[in-house]
């Protein structure tokens, strides 16, 4: 009898992530060129990071003070940028810089960058880095078919959440993909609490006044990242709870659910400005943060 197609599938994917694990464990013992190569990666992954959460965060604060913006997610962000003078270009730098960030994210995944081990939690960990890796590859693709005028007809959140309601199981996965983004939340929050960025950065190279500024933005930042991430996570647990694909929520449909809130203006305004605060907190990585392979 012949193996079932979903069994080859599987083996032929265990094999590749193998053979992606082998392959980038040798780069610690790999030429000092290689390192530094590495590093650039890493740094314009943040860089452009950054530069997609500052244009959410800035087109959010100009909503919440009715000058004319809009709560955008994410795509949107990119969308807004190539609609800029020489957006061409800046799509074209975005789109690598988004994905040197995912093939840094796949690099902290399989060769442990953070040095976290194999444990429970740490593994779970390398797991969000994976996905990590596989959301940004996808906002590079969406920058490439921007480039080529295909991306008009992206689906939204609660598209895709129907799309995977439609599958055996998948009102489950989305509830758990909504528990997922609001352990995430909680995490962020968490790590605004504990300080624990502090232990990725080369604090020897800042000054005081960089280190006390960075900290403000980075707590800040981490904390409204947190909120959002949890009003996602929350809005995907009842989209499956009621299987009303609908109640499904991006980055975007959080923040509009901020603004429709008593004093909405005002939480929507701190948490735009958090956003900003984020974009810095990546600009900071890419600088400071250790990002040796």
């Excluded at 013992?29 to 650039?40: A, D, E, G, Q, Y």
């Excluded at 190279?205 to 929350?234: C, D, H, K, N, Y």
């Amino acid at each position: 009898m012949s193996p079932h197609p979903i069994g080859r599938g599987f083996r032929s994917f265990l094999t590749v992530l193998a053979s992606l694990f082998n392959a980038a464990r040798d780069l610690k013992s790999r030429s000092p060129l290689i390192r530094r190569l590495v590093r650039v990666i890493a740094r314009c992954g943040y860089v452009a990071k950054g530069v997609v959460f500052l244009i959410v965060g800035v087109l959010a604060s100009l909503a919440a003070t009715g000058l004319g913006g809009n709560n955008v997610g994410t795509k949107e962000a990119i969308t807004h940028l190539a609609s800029q003078p020489y957006g061409g270009l800046m799509l074209t730098l975005l789109g690598l810089g988004l994905l040197a960030y995912a093939v840094w994210r796949l690099l902290q995944a399989l060769i442990d960058t953070e040095d976290l081990g194999y444990g429970v939690r740490a593994l779970a960990a390398r797991l969000g880095f994976l996905i990590s890796g596989g959301i940004y590859v996808s906002l590079a693709l969406y920058s490439y078919n921007l480039l080529r005028n295909v991306a008009a007809g992206d689906s939204s959140p609660s598209d895709r959440t129907a799309e995977l309601m439609s599958h055996p199981g998948g009102v489950y996965l989305v509830f758990a993909v909504g528990v997922v983004f609001a352990g995430v939340g909680l995490r962020q929050m968490w790590r605004a609490i504990k300080r624990s960025y502090l232990d990725n950065w080369h604090m020897i190279e800042m000054s005081a006044t960089q280190r006390r500024l960075a900290e403000a933005a980075t707590r800040w930042g981490l904390s409204a990242r947190g909120v959002v991430f949890m009003i996602i996570g929350g809005f995907l647990c009842v989209a499956a709870v009621s299987t009303d694909p609908s109640e499904a929520q991006g980055l975007g449909g959080a923040l509009n659910v901020l603004a429709r809130q008593p004093f909405g203006p005002w939480l929507l305004g701190a948490v735009s400005l958090g956003l900003i605060a984020y974009a810095i907190y990546c600009f900071v990585n890419a600088r400071f943060r250790d990002v040796s392979p």
